[in-house]
């Protein structure tokens, strides 16, 4: 965003929505800056409709926003074309833009809690990968994966959060956020296939 909000800076998009089974008039959106406000919200979506109601999600002990918001368009078109054309979308200042319908639940297990983290820095230390995740709920264990043969960190962590919810947060606020030295972070739960396999490094 602009510092005036008066218009929205624009990216590349990062992916799509693919295909979807859900409907409603309601967006669940994330990735946005912490500065982000109802206006913002507004020049972001009014291109593809009529805005109802905006409302940015907030941490509900400190009252901080958490980069995550709720948007209601006036009828399910509309809400199907938001999320088309801004889901993986880049916004200039980098983040990447994750939209999805409000009564769409977050893929994984229900009960999962284990979270798998790519895409860190080589130089990233257990403080870090906690501070990281501790926005968005308790820290119960953590894992840097690091290389058998050299000890090296590999870019890439086990995170243990302390509910399923809280590991829902964590992939709608942290997937696809850009780090400092240009990586994109990927999140997801640690229950998909192919990734069980690290807990054995």
């Known amino acids: 965003f602009n510092q005036s909000g008066s218009q929205m800076a624009y990216g590349s998009r990062h992916g799509g929505l693919g295909g979807v089974s859900y409907s409603g008039d309601n967006v669940y959106i994330s990735g946005l800056p912490e500065n982000v406000t109802d206006k913002h919200i507004e020049h972001l979506f009014m291109m593809y409709g009529s805005i109802v109601s905006t409302k940015i999600l907030q941490n509900p002990q400190t009252g901080a926003p958490l980069g995550t918001a709720l948007v209601r368009m006036q009828n399910t078109h509309q809400a199907a074309s938001a999320i088309q054309n801004l889901n993986g979308f880049q ?12 009564n769409e639940k977050p893929r994984g297990l229900p009960s999962s809690t284990n979270l798998y983290v790519s895409g860190l820095s080589h130089n990233i230390t257990d403080s870090a990968l906690r501070e990281l995740f501790a926005p968005y709920g308790s820290v119960t264990s953590q894992r840097i994966i690091t290389n058998r043969a050299t000890g090296m960190p590999l870019g890439t962590a086990l995170v243990r959060m302390e509910t399923n919810e809280q590991a829902n947060a964590c992939i709608n606020n942290i997937n696809g956020a850009q780090m400092s030295g240009g990586k994109y972070l990927s999140v997801r739960f640690a229950t998909e296939k192919g990734i069980c396999a690290y807990r054995s490094m």
């Open 91 to 102: 916004l200039m200042g980098g983040n990447v833009l994750s939209c999805r319908y409000a």
